[in-house]
T-cell receptor
Framework: DTGVSQDPRHKITKRGQNVTFRCDPISEHNRLYWYRQTLGQGPEFLTY????????KSRLLSDRFSAERPKGSFSTLEIQRTEQGDSAMYLC???????????????FGPGTRLLVL | AQSVAQPEDQVNVAEGNPLTVKCTYS??????LFWYVQYPNRGLQFLLK????DNLVKGSYGFEAEFNKSQTSFHLKKPSALVSDSALYFCAVRDKKDSNYQLIWGAGTKLIIKP
């Protein structure tokens, strides 16, 4: 399978613990996005990388959230001191973008479902 | 501010009948428009997009969507629904003038196709 992969698919943790999610984008894609999706809602943008550079962060991304893409390939999203309100599906997407503009298609992974008890 | 509205939380259609899932948008400039489908406990799958040109866009699984600039709409359609089309459908927009690459998403419409 050459699509976007995410690991783990499910995570249950206790409030206050730290969690880390991994996303492996489609191999030639230079852009990578993280979204959060809660039940009955569309995805909410969290952050975006072009290669290894984190170019944009949403106000939703509090200080407890950090994302990296160290070599411009896979990315990790870490949530420190988790809260019950962090329970959601965390989606990763990748795209092949060029200077021509933001018309590229984002391809999504299966998501990581987080439950904070 | 950019926004997307999907006015129907749920659409029910009998198998074999045509289906329409509605989407309206608001952007300051010209839009890029996208439709995605989400099956239970799965990520989002790309269906189709409007960039420019022909207002009728054809996509995956027999779906199509019509861009209507005057009505700021981008409704998703299929001539003959299948039970397997039952899923959650999301419309998304990006302003061509926007320097960032965020997609703005609708809340989704649950499509139920009854045999």
């Amino acid at each position: 399978d050459t699509g976007v992969s995410q690991d783990p698919r499910h995570k249950i943790t206790k409030r206050g613990q730290n969690v880390t999610f991994r996303c492996d984008p489609i191999s030639e894609h230079n852009r990578l996005y993280w979204y959060r999706q809660t039940l009955g809602q569309g995805p909410e943008f969290l952050t975006y990388f072009q290669n290894e550079a984190q170019l944009e962060k949403s106000r939703l991304l509090s200080d407890r959230f950090s994302a990296e893409r160290p070599k411009g390939s896979f990315s990790t999203l870490e949530i420190q001191r988790t809260e019950q309100g962090d329970s959601a599906m965390y989606l990763c997407a990748s795209s092949l973008g060029w200077a021509s503009g933001p018309q590229e298609t984002q391809y999504f992974g299966p998501g990581t479902r987080l439950l904070v008890l | 501010a950019q926004s997307v509205a999907q006015p129907e939380d749920q659409v029910n259609v009998a198998e074999g009948n045509p289906l329409t899932v509605k989407c309206t948008y608001s952007v300051s400039g010209n839009p890029y428009l996208f439709w995605y489908v989400q099956y239970p406990n799965r990520g989002l799958q790309f269906l189709l997009k409007y960039i420019t040109g022909d207002n009728l866009v054809k996509g995956s699984y027999g779906f199509e969507a019509e861009f209507n600039k005057s009505q700021t709409s981008f409704h998703l359609k299929k001539p003959s629904a299948l039970v397997s089309d039952s899923a959650l459908y999301f419309c998304a927009v990006r302003d061509k003038k926007d320097s960032n690459y965020q997609l703005i998403w609708g809340a989704g419409t649950k499509l139920i196709i009854k045999p």
